[in-house]
């Protein structure tokens, strides 16, 4: 957790100081398809706090394009309502190519699956490209609970129902795993509404609010590598590459697999000039060695997807996962 906070005070100055030579000097971008963009400060809203995954990607992805296009890319902060108050703000300003959304695929998809959020985030907003994906969303419980590993943990759920606490957000993606939990392992664990993010859910664990959380892994690394946290699988398809030692909750005999994509949406009716045209720089982005090589610091790795691609995927996926939680008892 310190060194992301170095990272992300390093962006934040970073930024500022786009910002202070923007007031000096006009720049001047250049025209793709007709269309001169950008020519003012781009916002870009993120539905959580600062210092998470979302966040954390999101500067890597501004700075970048600050520096492609002489133009600041101002990230946004904008937490709250189940992630729905960034979505809905964006949604309600011009789509002129100066507001956007920045989010993943594991929050947008199955709010909407699960018809918590109250519009869709594939039909009610332009996609523009998707930039990073993470593999390394994982189940920890802490040190002081006794238990060592996945085996340990699904013996106490068993003998303890409903008991075990866990941090969760509904209509998101950690309310999935939960249900992957309980239908494959056999278990009944205690959900607690703690917030939005992975901030507000790793204050809640570390405070002793709840027994398990589930977060991306640079959320937590601090914790793991000091031993205060135990991992109990990653839900990937596979080992992540610099997580060896975690094993996956699928070669453990539970297939529960959760990959987040990070993407890019404008308010709907955007200019496809304008589209395309960050669209290309994304994927310009995506293909630079050192945004690998920044993402890989933090186990994710670029996943460029053209806003058709992503659109096309993207319904698909929720389809998935609305099949599955239509299937569910409800609660």
Not at 29 to 40: A, E, I, N, R, Y
Not at 92 to 100: E, L
Not at 112 to 122: D, G, L, Q, V
Request: charged share 25%.
């Amino acid at each position: 957790m310190k060194n992301i906070k170095k990272l992300i005070a390093v962006l934040f100055a970073t930024s500022l100081l786009f910002a202070g030579c923007g007031g000096k000097t006009e720049k001047k971008s250049g025209t793709t398809k007709g269309v001169k963009w950008p020519t003012k400060n781009v916002t870009v809203t993120i539905p959580y706090k600062a210092g998470g995954d979302t966040d954390l990607y999101c500067r890597l992805l501004c700075k970048k394009l600050g520096e492609k296009f002489k133009q600041n890319f101002v990230v946004v902060n904008m937490p709250g309502g189940g992630a729905m108050i960034a979505a809905k703000t964006v949604m309600s300003y011009k789509p002129d190519g100066y507001n956007m959304l920045f989010t993943h695929t594991g929050a947008a998809l199955i709010a909407e699956a699960t018809k918590f959020a109250k519009f869709s985030y594939t039909d009610d907003f332009t996609d523009v490209a998707t930039a990073v994906e993470d593999k390394t969303y994982v189940a920890l419980v802490k040190k002081s609970s006794g238990m060592k590993n996945l085996k340990d943990f699904i013996a106490y759920a068993k003998a303890n129902p409903g008991k075990l606490r866990y941090a969760i957000t509904y209509g998101s993606d950690n309310a999935y795993v939960l249900a992957r939990m309980e239908e494959t392992m056999g278990i009944k664990l205690n959900a607690l509404d703690v917030g939005v993010g992975s901030a507000d859910r790793m204050a809640a664990f570390i405070g002793n609010q709840a027994d398990v959380l589930v977060v991306n892994y640079i959320n937590a690394r601090d914790y793991v590598e000091k031993g205060d946290f135990i991992p109990l699988g990653l839900c990937a398809d596979k080992r992540v590459e610099g997580l060896d030692k975690i094993p996956t909750f699928k070669e453990q005999g539970y297939d529960i697999i959760l990959t987040k994509k990070y993407e890019f949406r404008f308010p709907k009716g955007a200019d496809k000039a304008i589209v395309d045209k960050l669209s290309s720089a994304v994927e310009g982005i995506t293909k630079d060695p050192e945004f690998k090589k920044s993402l890989a610091k933090y186990y994710a790795a670029p996943y460029y997807r053209n806003a058709e691609q992503t659109a096309k995927e993207d319904k698909a996926e929720v389809a998935i996962y609305s099949k599955y939680f239509d299937k569910q008892p409800k609660k």
